[in-house]
């Protein structure tokens, strides 16, 4: 599905191309008309266009587009609405982003209908039918159903806004409440229940369906489960390679590094003055200035077991 800007009209409609056919949209973004045109013609020059739509010709008769200034950039932006490209999201449904010259932003169905509203600040895609929205400085969730309606969906127990959102990754979004942060679930509802530790950040790990915690520049791993895992007692815990992550812990003043598993279990004794990801089955770090080997194990030696 393409779409493209093409001309202005200053009766309010605007020229879109949408897979090759011309097609009418007013200013709140709703489909008036559609012809069919050879584009390889000029665009601007309404006898040109070979309409075969009862009403088509009718709406462009007497209009004119709209000269732009090709110096004056700003003003040409400002008359211009903006459609990104179509994404289909998880009910199989095509949409795309859909910015108007106002600078609200919306969603258009695969035939150039809105489907949510035009009066948000910004809105983004976040997986499972869900649309992030933001109003004001706060954003909510929207639902687009199969049917292709939308709804804003009644979240029990959780904020009917949020400082930010994230994107669903491995089954689970982030989101800020302001100081602290959550998950939720692909059902909107929280992952891990209301944090007693105001300040708590979370995390996505990249090769992970856990979560990295953060209070007070301590980490924590949150399971796959929605349960923590460990306390906060590591200075960082880097991204899981073959189900095992580099951590590091401080000990009487000093970094010392070692491994943890998905289900936060210490695979080995944190004695590492530095160390590397496991890979190949194996991490590799450094005791007192000598390279040994730790295996899935946790058995250290110099040479690979």
Request: hydrophobic content about 35%; charged content about 25%; glycine content about 10%.
């Amino acid at each position: 599905m393409s779409k493209n800007f093409v001309v202005r009209f200053d009766n309010g409609l605007s020229l879109y191309e949408i897979n090759g056919n011309p097609t009418l949209i007013d200013e709140n973004g709703k489909t008036v008309a559609r012809g069919w045109h050879d584009f390889s013609e000029p665009v601007k020059d309404l006898p040109m266009f070979e309409v075969t739509k009862k009403g088509f010709i009718n709406l462009l008769n007497g209009v004119k587009p709209i000269e732009e200034n090709g110096n004056d950039e700003d003003t040409k932006q400002s008359r211009m609405d903006k459609t990104y490209e179509y994404e289909r999201i998880d009910c199989g449904r095509l949409i795309a982003k859909y910015e108007s010259s106002d600078g609200k932003v919306g969603y258009l169905d695969i035939n150039g209908n809105i489907v949510v509203p035009v009066e948000y600040n910004d809105a983004f895609y976040m997986g499972y039918n869900y649309i992030a929205l933001k109003e004001g400085e706060r954003w909510r969730i929207g639902e687009i159903y199969a049917d292709g309606k939308f709804k804003l969906p009644n979240i029990i127990g959780v904020p009917v806004s949020f400082a930010s959102l994230e994107k669903f990754y491995r089954g689970r979004a982030i989101c800020d409440n302001g100081g602290w942060s959550n998950a939720l679930n692909k059902d909107l509802t929280y992952a891990i229940g209301i944090n007693d530790k105001y300040g708590v950040i979370l995390t996505h790990f990249e090769t992970s369906d856990a979560l990295k915690a953060e209070y007070v520049g301590k980490f924590a791993l949150v399971g796959a489960h929605n349960a923590y895992l460990t306390d906060f007692k590591y200075t960082s815990i880097e991204d899981f390679y073959e189900g095992i992550a580099l951590a590091s812990k401080e000990e009487f003043g000093e970094i010392y590094y070692g491994y943890i598993s998905e289900e936060g279990e210490e695979i080995s004794e944190f004695r590492f003055s530095s160390a590397l990801p496991f890979e190949d089955g194996y991490g590799v770090g450094v005791i007192g200035g000598i390279i040994y080997y730790v295996n899935r194990q946790g058995v250290i030696s110099k040479r690979k077991v």
